[in-house]
């Protein structure tokens, strides 16, 4: 992956990640999922497995007031698309399993689409979710609805929004695959610094519960994803240099 950053004035005013390569699994796929019947569903990889479903089919409502049981559903469709026939990445078998669903409001398609992005163990993505772009796109073109070389507005929950460009072909094991890129904006709104003193008679942590921490390297720098507002430290609270929280452009 390579980054580049748009800049005025001295200042950052855009981002653009250049991705993993990213593919079509699955079109027209079908599954029970319990309460919902037959679902039918595309499955594209961007960096992660995004089962595809379109809201109208299951009858929901884009509306943020049906969050709890549009988040139920995706739950329950990503265990059904696992248990029926879990995708495993043909170049990588460490990446495999459904975790996230990409709810398609009424409307979208394939110059500017609307979501929400369910994601295990049970909560919304509020940003527009890059990987998730990446795969959108890997799908729409499998679909013949996004060429390479055209913008496609990827809206969030919240209304947020990516754009994303296919700017090459390539193959993922054989199989079609393309190179996507997403351009977003950040602003920093905190930032916190811990420290590692070398006389600390606990620099790996400790624990109360579940006895004494292993023995673990010292950690390197952490870096927060650009829609994230916290992170998951490592394990018994094993220190880190530094932590930056973002939110993305409304």
């Avoid at 409502?61 to 709890?68: L, N, S, V």
């Amino acid at each position: 992956m390579t980054v580049q950053v748009e800049v005025e004035d001295g200042a950052a005013r855009s981002v653009t990640l250049r991705n993993v390569l990213s593919y079509c699994e699955r079109l027209d796929g079908r599954v029970e999922v319990p309460g919902y019947g037959s679902v039918r569903y595309d499955l594209a990889y961007g960096g992660n497995f995004y089962a595809i479903v379109d809201l109208d089919d299951l009858g929901l409502p884009f509306d943020r007031k049906a969050g709890q049981e549009i988040l139920g559903a995706g739950l329950a469709t990503m265990a059904a698309i696992n248990s029926a026939g879990e995708p495993v990445h043909p170049e990588d078998d460490r990446i495999r399993g459904v975790h996230h669903v990409y709810f398609t409001a009424p409307g979208s398609d394939g110059r500017h689409s609307r979501h929400a992005m369910a994601i295990h163990p049970g909560w919304f993505d509020r940003s527009p979710c890059g990987t998730g772009t990446s795969a959108r796109m890997a799908q729409l073109h499998a679909r013949g609805e996004l060429p390479l070389h055209r913008d496609f507005r990827n809206d969030s929950f919240l209304g947020t929004s990516f754009v994303g460009r296919l700017v090459e072909s390539a193959t993922v094991a054989g199989r079609p695959a393309v190179v996507p890129t997403v351009t977003g904006r950040a602003w920093i709104t905190g930032t916190a610094q811990y420290l590692l003193d070398p006389t600390d008679p606990f620099p790996p942590g400790s624990s109360c519960s579940g006895g004494p921490c292993p023995d673990r390297p010292a950690p390197g720098p952490v870096r927060v994803a650009p829609h994230s507002g916290s992170r998951t430290g490592p394990r018994c609270g094993a220190m880190v240099q530094d932590d930056v929280a973002h939110k993305e452009e409304p």
